[in-house]
């Protein structure tokens, strides 16, 4: 086996833990803080894989340049800065310190809403965007194999959010809120702080990071509704893989899945899906708070 | 079991019941079919509550069962010329044995989020190997089901209608009762009460001497047996089956049945499946857009009324028995 085709595996890989990463962030961040897991984390990333698409061919069809389509997806991703406040407020606010059973059902529901919200507006074919968007950036030659450079950029914007949510979380007063309310949210509200706009804000960060992500693949991928479960599957196996509420889990998770993912194609395609729940099932048999997760969940 | 007539629920049990057996009488075809599918839905919903409502685990993959089921109930048809219903009935229970306990001894080591998780896992496995065996399963075009001899009786010379609404239907309505009746034994014998307890306070029922681990363990072979048996019943009553059994929105479905009847009585998750069935089929007919409505329903239970039908009931009566008792 080349060394070329290693590279690419490698680093399609890569490519794959970035958005996977956009999409177990906001998991990650919802459950720590809010102790609630996001059933509907693949629809909303589908939801940003439809917006990317009619965001790019807007901004084409106005007759702006192709080459800057990448600046469309972004808008796409952040436009849900407007949804997450709406879908918070208007239901999930209901179910905070319930029974986890219906948080998950709430969270199903809106799964269900979305996922018809999508049918609606974008109809049940795939949508995508002009077919050469992907190679516009070029193609670099690794060793042997072509790999596009829009791969490069998707995999540097995620190492972007990853250090800057590093930072907010680490060196800001808002990350350090963040932080003390996943350890202890009744003290964090004994002392002072809104734990309902924390919520809110907390909720919209992690659905903009998942629909970023969901614009972000669209140029490789067409955006196809049911890929909803299987993503949603996929994020729970990086958390778990990870650790519940950890960021540097998320990383270490999705960079986990995606090469796994990437290898699995290569050589045995139809086993793609069933290696991940392999070492979710392993993963949750030998260390079942993961890699960094803390004991008792 | 004469008993049971000696109070009001009784009664009410018995004039179900009665409308029940008369029902293909005076009801449209279509209707009697809607039926015949409530009395397989029951039995699926029967295993969903044990685990749900009486060990409060709720499972995101539990269509596994029902899928295991009814694609056994068909291999064994087509591909074995096994063509006794009870022979399927007694093949799926061991099936769904086995797998359910292989299953379990891994899932019930584990509560909330991640047993939900990981029933949805196993079940999206079991979905992507049908879809990928697509030359044997037939993947989401499906399978072919055909028609069982119930109690030894080759029924394949009668026309369909005749069929579903006539002895199939009885036959089925007859399993359903068994069923309900086996069920309702188990959860109110001693073991029913080992689990509710466990629902309600692990840590104190391992105090008192009762093994967490093995309860739920057996509460999950039950209800896999449970499910894949309303399966069986299933397949063999629309005729038809592929991949959309098992996927999860299938499993959300039961679940939302469950819900909307109430999960925590014996009989509500039964009232929410045929309440259930009966408005999918209306709004089917009306819109293409189903998920949209049932999500808004079933959000507005969660929060509004999480009792289910049930529950909203109850609570009515509890009022008109307030305010009779004040005056």
């Known amino acids: ?297 | 079991m004469f008993r049971l007539l000696r109070n009001s629920k009784g009664w009410l049990l018995a004039v179900v019941l009665l409308i029940l057996l008369v029902f293909p009488r005076f009801a449209s075809g279509y209707h009697t079919y809607l039926m015949l599918t409530f009395f397989a839905y029951a039995i699926i919903l029967l295993g969903l509550n044990l685990l749900l409502g009486y060990t409060g685990l709720l499972s995101f993959g539990y269509a596994l069962y029902v899928g295991i089921g009814a694609y056994t109930a068909t291999f064994l048809m087509s591909k074995f010329s096994i063509m006794s219903m009870e022979v399927i009935i007694v093949i799926s229970i061991m099936i769904s044995a086995i797998l359910g306990s292989l299953m379990g001894i891994l899932c019930v080591r584990y509560v909330k989020i991640y047993f939900a998780m990981l029933t949805l896992a196993f079940s999206s496995l079991f979905h992507s190997l049908i879809l990928k065996t697509y030359r044997i399963s037939g993947a989401d075009e499906g399978l072919h089901v055909l028609r069982p001899y119930l109690l030894g009786f080759n029924q394949t010379e009668i026309p369909k209608m005749e069929f579903l609404a006539g002895s199939f239907y009885y036959y089925n309505l007859a399993v359903a009762v068994i069923a309900t009746f086996i069920m309702w034994r188990i959860v109110s014998s001693h073991f029913g009460l080992c689990l509710k307890s466990i629902r309600e306070n692990p840590e104190k029922a391992k105090y008192l001497g009762i093994n967490i681990i093995k309860c739920r363990e057996y509460a999950f072979i039950l209800s896999s047996v449970y499910g894949a048996v309303g399966g069986a019943l299933l397949a063999s009553i629309t005729g038809h089956v592929d991949s959309s059994v098992v996927y999860w929105t299938h499993s959300g479905s039961l679940v939302f049945m469950a819900l909307l009847g109430g999960f925590q009585s014996f009989f509500g998750p039964l009232i929410g499946a045929v309440v259930y069935i009966y408005l999918q089929d209306t709004v089917m007919s009306i819109t293409q857009y189903w998920r949209i409505i049932f999500g808004i329903i079933l959000a507005f239970i969660v929060i509004v009324a999480p009792g289910g039908l049930i529950g909203v009931m109850e609570y009515f009566m509890k009022r008109f028995r307030d305010i009779k008792g004040a005056n």
């Open chain 1, 1 to 297: 086996m080349e060394l070329g085709i290693v590279v690419a595996m490698v680093l399609s890989g890569i490519f794959n833990a970035s958005w996977l990463f956009l999409l177990s962030a906001g998991l990650q961040i919802l459950f720590g803080v809010q102790k609630v897991f996001n059933i509907a984390c693949g629809t909303i990333f589908v939801l940003g894989a439809y917006l990317g698409v009619t965001f790019v061919n807007i901004f084409l069809s106005g007759g702006l340049p192709k080459s800057l389509f990448i600046i469309p997806l972004i808008c796409a991703g952040l436009s849900s800065v407007l949804i997450g406040p709406l879908i918070e407020r208007g239901l999930l606010r209901f179910v905070y310190g319930r029974d986890v059973h219906f948080q998950l059902l709430i969270f199903f529901a809106l799964s269900l809403i979305i996922e018809d919200i999508i049918r609606m507006v974008w109809g049940v074919s795939p949508r995508s965007t002009p077919a050469d968007l992907y190679g516009l950036y070029g193609q670099i030659d690794l060793l042997g194999s072509l790999v596009p450079v829009y791969n490069f950029v998707v995999i540097l914007i995620s190492l972007m959010i990853a250090a800057a949510t590093g930072y907010i979380l680490i060196r800001t007063r808002f990350g350090k809120i963040i932080r003390a309310q996943a350890d202890n949210s009744e003290m964090v509200e004994a002392l002072g702080i809104n734990t309902k706009r924390m919520g809110l804000k907390v909720f919209t960060f992690g659905t903009v990071l998942g629909t970023l992500g969901g614009a972000l693949i669209i140029p490789s991928t067409a955006a196809i509704a049911d890929m909803g479960a299987e993503l949603l599957v996929l994020g729970f196996a990086i958390i778990v893989i990870g650790g519940l509420g950890s960021m540097r889990g998320a990383l270490v998770g999705a960079l986990i899945v995606g090469i796994l993912r990437s290898i699995t194609i290569m050589f045995y395609p139809e086993l793609e899906l069933f290696i991940v729940y392999l070492i979710v099932i392993v993963s949750l048999v030998y260390k079942p708070e993961g890699i960094f997760g803390k004991k008792g969940f």
